[in-house]
């Protein structure tokens, strides 16, 4: 991790995050309070179980959100990108943080202090409101996923999984769309899918002999989205 400062009118992010929201007065409180940092690829930002401080805005990269069960098994709960806001369901519910954030990619994180961002809150109705709707959102994927795991097979899930992750990591600035810009190891595919790496090795080995997908180095392309979009919905 090493310490830097950004300016929030400098922020790549700066269109899609709450902070465009807020007043000038209230961009300059929040400016003087927060604390910047660059993190490498695999750094951890914050770790389940501790109580949050404050809120972290992701400027640039990208982060998955992971929790681990008693044999200290790692499932992951969701990713983040730039824009992005993390850590403000614990703080507003003053409870712990209930997964760990670690960088996907070399990632600039703004940490808020807790006080600051909760005057937001009292202060400005409109990020009030925005809160508001991104929990609901994240509850809305969270059903989604249960729904998803129970009646779905892994063939499915993994079809689901791939284009989700096209979705996700989605490069604006490159030509190739069909490309899954993160490269991700095989153990963490089948942690969101909720299988064995073995399983997902095997799986994907068959997709590419159906010219659904085709390797690109370590990342994966999409060859045929119709045909992912026809399996994942299967169960549907």
Known sequence: MQKMYLECSNCDAKSVSFLTHCTDAEASLVSAAKSCSHYKKGQSIFYEDNMPLGIYCLSKGSIKLTKSNKDGKEQIVRFAREGEFLGYRALIAEEPLVATATCVEDTICCFIPKQVFLDLLESNHVINKLMLKSLCHDLGIADEKIQSLAQKSVRERLAETLLFLQKTFL??????????????PREDIANIVGTATETVIRLL??????KLIEMDGKRIRILNKDGLERISHASV
């Open 171 to 184: 490069d604006e600035k490159s030509v190739d769309s069909s490309l899954i810009s993160v490269t991700l």
């Open 205 to 210: 080995s068959e997709f590419k002999a159906d």
